[in-house]
């Protein structure tokens, strides 16, 4: 802090010729001498006890004319302090959140002088392992309010200076051991319907896959803040558990409907049905998880800053998981849609199965097939489910 008190004014010779060079500034107590009372509006503690005991500096008046006239001033006064302030924080961004907090500091009870900023003042950048603290010289606002006095209704002009302080979250440490592995559960459970339903394992994989989500969610939950209302993280989390129970429900009731019709239509027929049924969702499982998973990325993108966004996803560990898994995916992807054969077989399989369970009773170019060698009768043509 800077001011200039008159009663604190003296003067020494700038050029002294006879003895040792006189001082032009003597170091005082606070305690000996008027300072001002400014206070912080936000404050929790008394933060005044809680800054070092620094004497402050007096120049004479030789220095104090030598600065421009609205900034003239013989007293420094500088002190680090702790500061603990309250600032609402809203997590529902939490981890690509940003905050604002204001630090108003003005007179207590004495509002007899004013409030200017410092000419040299400058910004101020301070990042740890979890925040960034950015304050900018033009985040700084002298404002003038008004207040009541206790023993009349007159109002006063009282001086407030208003510092803006913006925090950022540095969001990699939940990307990396968060976010990335339940992205890799839904990843994972995608590959069950390349499992062949013959196999007794798919159900036990796709469980396998839904447990270990959970352990994931449930082994970070401290590190995820508690809130009344849902947040990015929480939809993040509700979303891919759905898409990992996908696969299990779409595997139950494939292997419900290959019973049902097993026993209606020949097993190759139904055998071709559910296959068809089991590559469809190859491809439109995907586009659920882009869909569902894309709004809340693009929504994280746009609420990060670019430098944040790229320090953030272009970290080694995202791209490698990036470059890997889209490898496969891309592999897995194209290869069916160069197999056209079995994407045929895929059509004329739910022909046949339509053709035999659509076709009224009793006629007899549907009740006998002599080219696919089956036989239909009765009310085996009725898929009941």
Not at 32 to 39: A, F, G, Q, R
Not at 129 to 150: N, P
Not at 349 to 376: F, M, N, V
């Amino acid at each position: 802090m800077y001011w200039y008190d008159r009663r604190l004014s003296f003067r020494f010779p700038l050029n002294a010729s006879d003895g040792p060079r006189p001082p032009h500034a003597v170091k005082l107590m606070p305690s000996k001498v008027w300072t001002p009372d400014l206070e912080l509006a936000e404050k929790v503690d008394e933060f005044v006890n809680m800054c070092n005991d620094a004497p402050l500096q007096v120049f004479s008046e030789d220095i104090a004319e030598a600065m421009p006239g609205d900034s003239r001033y013989n007293v420094l006064w500088s002190q680090s302090c702790i500061l603990t302030l309250k600032c609402r924080i809203v997590l529902v961004e939490f981890p690509f959140d940003s905050h604002t907090c204001n630090l108003t500091f003005e007179p207590w009870a004495d509002a007899s002088y004013g409030l200017r900023l410092s000419p040299n003042a400058s910004g101020n950048d301070i990042d740890n392992e979890q925040f960034s603290v950015h304050l900018g010289a033009s985040d700084v606002v002298l404002v003038e309010r008004s207040r009541e006095l206790l023993a009349s209704t007159k109002r006063i002009p009282w001086p407030s200076m208003v510092f803006t302080v913006s925090i950022r979250r540095f969001s990699r440490y939940y990307v990396v051991n968060y976010i990335i592995p339940l992205f890799l559960m839904v990843v994972l459970s995608w590959f069950t319907f390349w499992i062949p339903l013959d196999r007794s394992d798919r159900v036990a994989y796709t469980v396998t896959l839904l447990l270990t989500a959970m352990a994931v969610q449930f082994t970070t939950s401290d590190k995820r803040p508690a809130e009344k209302s849902d947040g990015w993280i929480d939809n993040f989390q509700v979303m891919t558990t759905i898409l990992i129970c996908i696969p299990i429900l779409e595997t139950v009731l494939l292997f419900r409907l290959h019973a049902r019709l097993s026993a209606r239509v020949p097993e190759e027929i139904a055998e071709g049905a559910i296959n068809a049924v089991d590559r469809s969702f190859r491809l439109t499982f995907p586009l659920v998880v882009l869909a569902a998973l894309g709004a809340l990325w693009i929504r994280a993108i746009c609420d990060t800053p670019a430098e944040e966004t790229t320090a953030t996803f272009w970290q080694p560990t995202v791209v490698e998981f990036a470059c890997f898994w889209g490898s496969v995916c891309g592999i897995l992807l194209v290869v069916p849609c160069l197999q056209r054969k079995s994407m045929a077989s895929d059509a004329v399989h739910c022909w046949k199965l339509r053709h035999a369970l659509l076709t009224p009773h009793g006629s007899e170019a549907a009740s006998t097939d002599e080219e696919d060698g089956y036989y239909l009768e009765g009310d085996a043509r009725k898929l009941m489910l």
